[in-house]
C-alpha cells in the first residue's frame, strides 16, 4: 500500500514508510506461524478505505498493531476496534529492532500453539 501510494505520489514519506516497514517484519517474521494471519497496512492518521474493506469482510477475532504511536497513532488503533469483537493491541518496542523482536516473540508463540 505505501509503496503504491509512493508509486502513484511520488512522496518519498511512503517508500521510506513501507522500506522501514518490511525491513522489520524480514527480521521477525517466519513463515509457519502466520499461514492464519493476514497482515494489512494503515497510514500513520487513518485507516485506508481499502484496509478498511477487507477488515470488514475479514471480522478477525483479534487485530495486533505492529509499532508505537508514531507509526501508528492511538486514534487508529481506537478506530480499529469497530472491525473487531475482540481485543486491538499494540506491539512496540523503543525502536524497530526492538519491535521486529517482539513481533518474532508473538510469531513464536503463535506457531508453537498451532
Given at each position: 500500500?505505501?509503496?503504491?501510494?509512493a508509486?502513484?505520489?511520488?512522496?518519498?514519506d511512503?517508500r521510506?514508510r513501507?522500506?522501514?516497514?518490511?525491513?522489520a517484519?524480514?527480521g521477525?517474521?517466519?513463515?509457519?506461524?502466520?499461514?492464519?494471519?493476514?497482515?494489512?497496512l494503515?497510514a500513520?492518521?487513518?485507516?485506508?478505505?481499502?484496509?478498511a474493506?477487507?477488515?470488514a469482510?475479514?471480522?478477525?477475532a483479534?487485530i495486533v498493531?505492529?509499532g508505537?504511536a508514531s507509526?501508528?497513532?492511538d486514534?487508529?488503533?481506537?478506530?480499529?476496534?469497530?472491525y473487531?469483537?475482540?481485543a486491538?493491541t499494540r506491539?512496540a518496542?523503543?525502536?524497530?529492532?526492538?519491535?521486529?523482536?517482539?513481533?518474532?516473540?508473538l510469531?513464536?508463540?503463535?506457531?508453537?500453539?498451532?
Amino acid at each position: 500500500m505505501l509503496l503504491g501510494l509512493a508509486a502513484a505520489t511520488g512522496e518519498a514519506d511512503y517508500r521510506r514508510r513501507a522500506e522501514a516497514t518490511l525491513e522489520a517484519f524480514a527480521g521477525a517474521v517466519k513463515g509457519e506461524g502466520l499461514r492464519a494471519a493476514s497482515f494489512l497496512l494503515v497510514a500513520r492518521d487513518a485507516v485506508p478505505p481499502a484496509t478498511a474493506a477487507e477488515l470488514a469482510r475479514l471480522r478477525p477475532a483479534r487485530i495486533v498493531v505492529l509499532g508505537g504511536a508514531s507509526a501508528v497513532s492511538d486514534g487508529v488503533v481506537a478506530a480499529l476496534q469497530q472491525y473487531t469483537s475482540g481485543a486491538v493491541t499494540r506491539l512496540a518496542g523503543g525502536d524497530r529492532y526492538a519491535t521486529a523482536a517482539a513481533v518474532s516473540q508473538l510469531v513464536s508463540e503463535f506457531a508453537a500453539s498451532r
